[in-house]
């Protein structure tokens, strides 16, 4: 059996044990607003949800699942155990192209059986089809700066990339950097490049911009893909973020947690901060007035804040930020709401199952400098990611799964190097009594 296709079983058996064993029923609130987003595209009254939820590619797909099956929880639960499926087929081949061949028959085996993403495919989140049109993408812009790369090769990783950036809009990052890595692995040669770097904006423009132009007839505003940007980054970065947990994304003017911190300040910093927010609320309800829309209208008035605010207090910001980058790439960060899933025996399997593979790809990774040229895409693609999602963002965990499959990669570059390590010293069978060597004269 060909190595990309035992993978793949592997990957659906492993993940269709976990979703049989779920209720019939939406654990998250994410899940439940995406569900509701799908209902309305299945029974034709087209796509309505606010800016914040504008991301379109898991509702469609939700939406095709309840329009062929009803709403079959289940199915929709084991098309994405297919689509894990397909994901780790997909860095089997890039490992495979990067590392060689054992490389990535350890880096599928190693995503097929990894709990966290075991995890994605029962729950619907954006990230288990981010994963699949990211891989995607990374697969065709590793084939794309090979021999035989042509501008088709472009187009297509364009279009996957689009795709992913419509799953989740931080993926945009990720354009520059394969259009970077391409033009570095070329060397000298770089001018020859340009055109796939071309064929790839293409693609992945025009798989945006008739869902950015749907959102501007839609919305009154320009948006390109989702809103929320603007308040993640004043959530990160306001008199109250810490950047220590989760709590920052309960950090809202004049909300419950903010008005608990505000107690605790002087009475002169406590007045002036009341004085600000109350001009800074009452714009923000102008805005929603405006748009009918509250998360734009917030993206509008606090993301100015946030930037002032990181203009002035430049020493903080980068505390913070250290701060998000730990809890970024914790196993397990703490969560806003609360389920039978956030208990300990699941904060342990995955503890067991991500630290020891963000050792090994530490290791890998310095390994891996001596041909950096060659896996640059790869660096860049972890790096952007930390620095679109940790740096002045709120963050939490599962904003670092998209990048695990590439963290495996440079673990199971270390792994595949053992055999070649370890010598193996033949043991001579003890000699039977009375059957020793017959000594020579």
């Known amino acids: 059996m060909a190595p990309g296709v035992l993978i793949f079983v592997v990957s659906f058996v492993a993940r269709a044990f976990w979703v049989v064993t779920l209720k019939n029923d939406l654990y998250w609130p994410d899940e439940r607003a995406f569900a509701e987003i799908a209902r309305h595209l299945a029974q034709g ?79 619907f989140y954006a990230e288990c089809m981010l994963l699949f049109w990211s891989a995607a993408a990374v697969y065709l812009a590793v084939r794309s700066m090979q021999p035989g790369g042509s501008i088709a090769w472009g187009v297509a990783t364009g279009i996957a990339l689009g795709l992913a950036a419509l799953t989740r809009a931080t993926v945009l990052v990720w354009i520059p950097c394969v259009c970077l890595a391409w033009l570095w692995r070329a060397g000298v040669s770089w001018r020859a490049r340009l055109p796939l770097c071309a064929a790839l904006l293409v693609g992945s423009t025009a798989t945006i911009l008739p869902w950015t132009i749907r959102n501007y007839f839609t919305f009154r505003s320009l948006v390109p893909i989702s809103s929320g940007s603007g308040t993640l980054l004043w959530q990160a970065n306001n008199p109250f973020s810490t950047g220590i947990d989760h709590t920052d994304w309960d950090l809202y003017p004049n909300g419950s947690l903010w008005n608990e911190r505000l107690a605790r300040l002087p009475a002169e910093q406590r007045n002036a901060l009341v004085a600000q927010y109350n001009e800074v609320e009452k714009r923000i309800q102008d805005l929603n007035e405006q748009f009918q829309d509250s998360s734009l209208a917030s993206d509008r008035v606090l993301a100015p804040l946030a930037i002032r605010y990181i203009a002035s207090h430049p020493l903080q910001t980068v505390v913070r930020s250290c701060r998000r980058l730990r809890l970024l790439f914790s196993a397990f960060s703490p969560t806003v709401s609360a389920n039978e899933h956030t208990v300990g025996r699941y904060k342990a399997v995955a503890a067991l199952s991500f630290y020891p593979v963000l050792i090994l790809a530490i290791v890998g990774m310095g390994l891996g400098f001596s041909r950096f040229r060659d896996v640059a895409l790869l660096y860049l693609l972890i790096v952007s990611v930390i620095a679109a999602t940790s740096l002045l963002l709120a963050t939490q965990t599962r904003y670092r799964l998209p990048v695990d499959p590439y963290l495996i990669l440079f673990a199971s570059s270390v792994l595949a190097r053992l055999p070649g390590r370890l010598k193996v010293i033949p043991v001579e069978a003890p000699t039977p009594p009375g059957r020793g060597r017959i000594p020579q004269p």
Not at 52 to 67: D, E, G, I, K, T
Not at 77 to 91: A, E, F, H, P
Request: charged share 10%; with cysteine.
């Open 45 to 123: 009254d087209g796509y309505i949800s606010d800016s914040y939820r504008a991301n379109p590619v898991l509702p469609f797909y939700l939406s095709l699942v309840f329009r062929l099956f009803g709403e079959s929880l289940l199915v929709a639960r084991l098309g994405q155990c297919v689509i894990g499926g397909l994901t780790c087929v997909l860095v089997y081949g890039i490992g495979a192209r990067l590392f060689g061949r054992l490389t990535g028959i350890v880096a599928g085996t190693l995503l097929a059986l990894y709990p966290p993403h075991i995890y994605l495919s029962g729950v």
